[in-house]
């Protein structure tokens, strides 16, 4: 067991996540691209002096004390997470866990696998586990599975390991070189609800009407993920924002954009973004901007006189990590 006081933190945090390019068209089986963000979730974790095990969430504002029989809904996943781990180090002592994210809920920014690829990461520290990344990213996904039921494990493969990844259903995941240099990505909130099962449901409805016409369009976008790969391989930031701008429309093609969307994305494009998308499900949440160095104080401010919310972030080479106590 790890000598560590009761008053000692150990300190994890691991990125959120956009589909870069995609989305929707991988149930289907068409490759997708998600791309990890500098936004990040973090847990903070001790052991303490008495026998409780306790969780809290400072973004959710709700406390479990699992050990008292105390567990607050949202907080399940988190306590499946804490159940495992001391179970496999034997721990009998009392555990404090802190959660902190950057990461908005339900934005379809992976907030959940964040979370939960932090807490997996910080246990396995303060327990002196020794568990290997592809070990944290398992105990993650099965946090997810209680969150959404069937996950790709795109969130928290994104979280695990960072970077770019290509996500085939079926075929698993390949990690992505990326080279575009001096530019950021802008997030905008459309401060609409998003609700993925129904803009799934309704997406393969109308593939069913007409899918002699739609299944060009799927063609289309998987030709368009290889060639982002392409630009992201080359570091071609121009050919990345068309790319993107033209995945906008295969989204709307297919019925998951609406007038606030549309907005955002035009008034993005309008003040210097080199491509901007709805990244996720669509129908509500938030789209994604490409912006280099020089343009992105422009698009942020356009972008927030319309969006209550908006994020300029950069791609997290780092996924999960430990980090030093402030």
Known sequence: MVSIMANEWIVASAPGKVILAGE????????????????????YVRFREDKDIVIESENLKVRSVPTR????EELIPIVSIVNKIVEMSNCNRGIELRIKSEIPPASGMGSSAAVAVACAAALNELLNLNLGLDEICKIAYEAEVIVHKKPSGIDNTISTYGGVILYRKGKGFESIQYNIKNHKFILADSGLPRNTGVMVSNVLSLYNKYERILKH????????????????????????????NINHGLLSAIGVSNAKLEELVYIARMNGAKGAKITGAGGGGFIVALVDNSSYSKVMNA?????????VTEVSKDGVKIEKDN
């Open 24 to 43: 929707h068209f991988v149930v289907k089986g068409e490759p997708a691209i998600a791309m990890a963000i500098s936004l990040r979730a973090r847990a």
């Open 69 to 72: 029989g105390i567990v607050k």
């Open 217 to 244: 369009v799927y063609k289309a976008s998987r030709e368009l993920v290889m060639m982002v790969v392409d630009a992201l391989r080359k570091g071609d930031a121009e050919m990345l924002g068309d790319l993107m």
């Open 303 to 311: 972008l927030r006189t319309v969006s209550r919310r908006v994020f």
